[in-house]
């Protein structure tokens, strides 16, 4: 799983230095259709005026009203993301694309965890019921997944000489069943660090943006809101982009606790189910 997490981190970050030139261009871009815009209005005033100095006054006038484009939700969040302070709106950034290739990676490694409980413990009880623990052994090795580790133990267990007692199978079940649980949870704890920094980031962000509006104060030795309103506004926009942040991580975080609990439940089914096999097996020491 971390040539998972290597590709996604990669990904994540071309993506995210892609972003500037992408924006600069789109402002470039901007600018020469406004410039086009402005050329063709100057050409077309001109037409008009020429017009209107050869024809007489029209007899009705015409009022339109101007179309104001709405800019869309991408559009606005990009432009508030310049706006905001480089080196903060920056950290909230690199927050946001960490978080998410430690979820991404975590959604991959429990979606290939997770198989049909209930069909692959129906074919092993079948084999062991026919006594052919060497063919569980296989079929359990060739099993992704938590349950297929817990049972592959427990099938070998019951295949040794000495180790053969339920007691004994009933201790490795459970052994591997927390070992396999801490695989399910790895990496949960980095989720949740960039979870409380992502807003902790853009708390800091507001209080240094309070900092320098007082700064601006102080230099202008007034407190006009013209003043204030440059270091104020990016203190709330590094707020605003650390919350968000931390609630798309939210979210993503609590899928993953939630497939972890299936997947726990889901062991602790085989478990039962296993030490019942192995009871019924002859190979198995009562």
Known sequence: ????????ALVAACTFGMTPSVMAQDEVAAEAAETEQVDSAATDSMAVDSVEAQAPAPAVEENVAPVEEEEGLHKTLKTKFIEGDAGFMSLVAIALVLGLAFCIERVIYLTLAQVNTRKF????????KA???EEAIDYC???RGPVAQIS??????LNSADQN???TIERSINIEAEVQGAYLEENCSWITLFIA??????FLGTVIGMVQAFDDIERAGDISPTVVAGGMKVALITTIFGIIVAL???VFYNYILSRVEALNSNMEEAAMSLLEMCVKSPKCKK
Not at 197 to 202: T, V
């Open 131 to 133: 006594n052919k623990i």
């Open 121 to 128: 413990l129906a074919t092993l009880a079948e084999k062991v």
């Open 165 to 167: 007692d339920i007691a």
């Open 141 to 143: 090795a060739g099993t």
């Open 248 to 250: 798309v991580l939210q």
């Open 152 to 157: 592959k133990k427990a099938m070998q267990n």
């Open 1 to 8: 799983m971390k040539k998972y997490f290597a590709i996604v």
């Open 197 to 202: 920094m992502a807003p902790s980031l853009g």
